[in-house]
């Protein structure tokens, strides 16, 4: 009885090492129990070959997007700067209105680059937050900051009601976090609506609510919405490109936190940042 509890217990711990991808030793016999503890291994050898090519394959599409990004860069800069002449000369309407419009394409497709080579290295890994406890007063002010100039250009009003509390957070990568969902709710928001800010401090981690007064999410739309480049078919006719909740979801999963929607109605999004430095 003795020997089939302490074997039972070895191969519970085996379970436990292969869950969180640790290595582990076997002993071999003709046991049951060492045919078991065989089976373990390769199990997670066959897991870690899994994680490594996984692994790879992030690295390798991040190295492309950044091969992409760069072989860009210098003709989005000579379009940036001919239509910026362009704008500076005397055109007639209809030519003015086509500057314009080149004006607006690059500056997307800059801001589009942007974001797929920062969601490539956050999902890869290459990208490093450093986050630390500190009081949330000045990631709201920075998020709220770098959203007014949108939210006055449509009449909209971000009331913020944040008590006196700490998470833990880097403040360059959370605050872009918390303003594209900003931007998302100013978006999609009736004009002369209000966005409200809420914080809510939990056992775990510390919630900041973003609602808003628009039309809220599709049911069924909600698993995906996170998604690289979804974009739901009720909102295809507004501008956008699908990446800006994408690439929040990412940078708060790098620092151990998460990012949920639901009907309010409205949209209300919640992100969850640890409290502690230890699950981080």
């Known amino acids: 009885m003795f020997k089939r509890r302490k074997r039972e217990d070895r191969l519970?711990?085996?379970v436990d090492a292969i869950s969180r991808g640790q290595p582990f030793s076997v002993t071999y016999n003709e046991s049951l129990s060492s045919a078991l503890e065989s089976r373990l291994m390769a199990i997670w050898r066959r897991q870690e070959w899994q994680k490594a090519q996984l692994a790879e394959e992030r690295n390798r599409s991040a190295a492309l997007i950044a091969d992409i990004a760069h072989q860009c860069k210098t003709p989005l800069a000579n379009l940036q700067l001919y239509?910026?002449?362009l704008s500076?000369?005397?055109l007639a309407e209809a030519q003015a209105a086509q500057v314009d419009a080149l004006l607006a394409q690059t500056e997307k497709l800059t801001f589009l680059l942007d974001a797929l080579l920062k969601g490539a290295r956050l999902e890869a890994g290459l990208i490093t937050t450093k986050p630390e406890k500190a009081a949330l007063f000045p990631l709201i002010r920075q998020a709220v900051s770098a959203s007014q100039p949108?939210?006055?250009e449509k009449g909209i009003r971000i009331k913020v009601e944040a008590p006196e509390t700490f998470a833990c957070y880097d403040l360059k990568w959370t605050a872009e976090a918390l303003a594209n969902v900003l931007d998302n709710?100013?978006?999609?928001?009736p004009a002369e609506s209000l966005i409200q800010v809420a914080v809510l401090p939990?056992?775990?981690?510390?919630r900041i609510d973003v609602t808003d007064q628009g039309p809220g999410i599709i049911p069924g739309?909600?698993?995906?919405?996170?998604n690289r480049f979804y974009r739901s078919a009720s909102v295809h006719q507004s501008p956008g490109v699908?990446?800006?909740l994408y690439l929040a979801r990412e940078i708060l999963a790098a620092q151990k936190g998460y990012i949920t929607v639901q009907n309010v109605p409205g949209a209300c999004f919640s992100l969850y940042l640890p409290n502690q430095a230890e699950s981080v």
């Open 83 to 85: 239509s910026d002449l």
């Open 150 to 152: 949108a939210a006055r």
């Open 221 to 226: 739309e909600e698993a995906y919405i996170f």
């Open 185 to 189: 709710a100013i978006k999609y928001a």
């Open 202 to 206: 939990l056992s775990f981690y510390t």
């Open 242 to 244: 699908g990446l800006g």
């Open 12 to 14: 519970a711990r085996l």
């Open 88 to 90: 500076e000369a005397p």
